[in-house]
């Protein structure tokens, strides 16, 4: 385990990871920010915030993050992944068309909402409250994707309407919205629980 062991990466390329940073430190995890493969030696989780998926992908290539983070996801490495993060990690994203690291068994939908809820603070659908340890949960929402399908193997945690806002496949955990603006989330209090338990 490298210099960075019990810490948490944060996908630091473009977008909100200062705000997961602070969510991660107000739970006593603490982040360190990933910008090259190197900065991922020995975490024992990885957030993927939201921002723009197109740029993230883009600053991803070329320089081995994008081999190195699909790597440590299939081998079993806690991830949250919120808006922006989902798309990076969907097997199929549309709206228009874009590559993925296809790691997470779902086709979305990107800037679906229109103006529906293209910038809003909803309540959403607890699915799952025994895992997610709560039963009422908010949804910040921000130019969200829309989750149009998942596989057999996704567990929806949460709900908006009829579309899956928060997802769990194995060791993933993503939404669509953004739980570290969200004072206490329960999103990020699971998360932190997740980390706190891999040694
Ligand atoms: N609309 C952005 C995208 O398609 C995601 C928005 C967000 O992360 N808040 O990548």
Redesign the pocket.
């Known amino acids: 385990m490298g210099s960075n062991g019990r810490r948490v990466g944060v996908l630091a390329l473009q977008?909100?990871f200062e705000a997961h940073a602070r969510a991660l430190a107000a739970r006593g995890v603490s982040a360190v920010e990933v910008r090259d493969p190197d900065d991922l030696d020995g975490v024992r989780g990885l957030v993927l915030?939201?921002?723009?998926?197109?740029?993230?992908l883009t600053l991803m290539e070329g320089s081995g993050l994008r081999e190195r983070v699909s790597e440590l996801v299939r081998g079993g490495l806690p991830v949250l992944a919120?808006?922006?993060?989902?798309?990076?990690l969907a097997r199929e994203v549309r709206h228009p068309a874009?590559a993925s690291l296809g790691l997470l068994d779902a086709v979305v939908d990107?800037?679906a909402y229109g103006r529906q809820i293209d910038s809003a603070v909803v309540a959403l659908e607890v699915c799952e409250p025994g895992e997610l340890g709560a039963d009422r949960l908010e949804g910040v929402?921000?130019?969200?994707?829309r989750v149009r399908e998942v596989g057999g193997d996704v567990r929806v945690l949460a709900r908006y309407g009829d579309d899956p806002v928060l997802v769990r496949q194995g060791s993933l955990l993503a939404a669509t919205f953004?739980p570290e603006l969200s004072p206490g989330s329960p999103v990020i209090d699971l998360f932190a629980r997740t980390v706190g338990r891999r040694e």
């Open positions: 977008g909100d915030p939201g921002g723009e998926s197109t740029t993230m919120t808006c922006a993060g989902l798309i990076l874009q990107r800037n929402f921000i130019r969200a994707p953004h």
